[in-house]
């Protein structure tokens, strides 16, 4: 078993850490949080003074932060620190080109990187079953890839660095663009008429199925159980989507792509977190487009 350090044990960090202490592995954590850290050290992990201290001999180091400003921080910090041959795995959501600079700055100083952001909220970071998407070289993914499997369900290598950022927004591009689109039918549905449960059995097997309508429906009382039946609660916070979405735009200005549904989709999301519901689910987005939710099929 590997001596590995955690560094951001937040609500996604807390239960990944767990699981690679579960896992038998030896992990030393650190947080600003003094609370993030009692619960990871209940979770089996040893609470670290600080960054420096936690990479110190650890054979992977990995980071689950914010942004790609707390990225780029931490990293200055530890790099001094880290032992020889150790892999540095990001797991944060953050903009390519920071996680292109990191990996860089990783590399030069004679370690492995990848960036290995996940899809999966906090329940699969609990449970071990989210999906990593992993960019840097071969040995390097080689390297990561039995850490991540402790605590995901599949792992997959994107491509070089950078790679796993960019599938991760292009990824969740759809997914906003999608979720609009999903609420916005609810409602012209209902405005022609139809109900919201005779709507779901159609599309959900016919050309206008897609994720947000078949395991994540925005509409309550149809389909599976999702934050609609829990007034928008829980599931992934709309200002975490208006995060993923400006990050999407900000790449498709660097690299010059057209993305006007995603643009659109944040847009949207921008004037839904304004209004004051960033917490709320991002499927709850479809009140700001006027469908009635109280209706219930
Ligand atoms: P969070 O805010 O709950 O946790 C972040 C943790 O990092 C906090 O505990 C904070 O104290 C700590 N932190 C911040 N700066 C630090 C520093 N310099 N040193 C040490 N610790 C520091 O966030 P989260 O929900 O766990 O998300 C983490 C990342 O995962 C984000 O990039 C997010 O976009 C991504 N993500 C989140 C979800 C989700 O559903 N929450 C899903 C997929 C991806």
Redesign the pocket.
């Known amino acids: 078993m590997a001596r590995i350090a955690f ?8 239960g990944m850490a767990a699981n690679l202490a579960k896992a038998g592995h030896d992990v030393r954590a ?4 003094d609370d ?1 850290l009692a619960r990871a050290e209940s979770a089996g992990c040893l609470r670290a003074a600080d ?1 420096a201290t936690a990479v110190e001999g650890a054979e992977a180091v990995v980071t ?4 790609g400003t ?1 990225v780029a ?2 990293y200055a ?1 530890i790099l001094p620190a880290c032992a020889p041959g150790a892999v540095l795995i990001d ?4 903009d390519v080109a920071t996680a292109k600079r990191v990996a860089t700055q990783a590399v030069e100083a004679g370690f492995l990187a990848v960036d290995a ?6 329940a699969a ?1 609990a449970a071990g079953t ?1 999906t990593f998407m992993a960019g840097g070289p071969a040995d390097a993914f080689e390297r990561a890839e039995p850490f991540l499997s402790a605590m995901g369900k599949a792992v997959i290598h994107a491509g070089p660095s950078g790679a796993g950022q960019a599938a ?1 927004i292009c990824n969740n591009m759809i997914l906003g663009a999608t979720m609009i689109a999903t609420c916005e039918a609810f409602g012209l549905a209902e405005k022609l008429g139809l109900s919201a449960q005779s709507f779901f059995a159609i599309a959900s097997v016919s050309s206008g199925q897609s994720w947000s309508m078949t395991s994540y429906c925005p509409f309550p009382g149809v389909g599976p159980d999702t934050p609609a039946d829990h007034d928008y609660q829980g ?3 709309a200002a ?1 989507m208006l ?2 979405l400006r990050l999407s735009q900000q790449a498709a200005s660097d690299a010059g792509a057209d993305t006007p549904m995603g643009a659109k989709a944040a847009e949207l999301y921008e004037r839904f977190v304004r209004e004051g519901q960033g917490g709320k689910d991002f499927s709850g987005i479809i009140e700001l487009l006027g469908t009635s939710t109280s209706v219930r099929a």
């Open positions: 560094i951001g044990l937040g609500n996604m960090g807390g650190f947080d600003l949080s993030a960054a689950m932060l914010p942004a707390h921080q931490t910090a797991c944060s959501t953050i952001p996940v899809s999966g909220g906090i970071a989210l991760k599931g992934f916070a975490l995060k993923d």
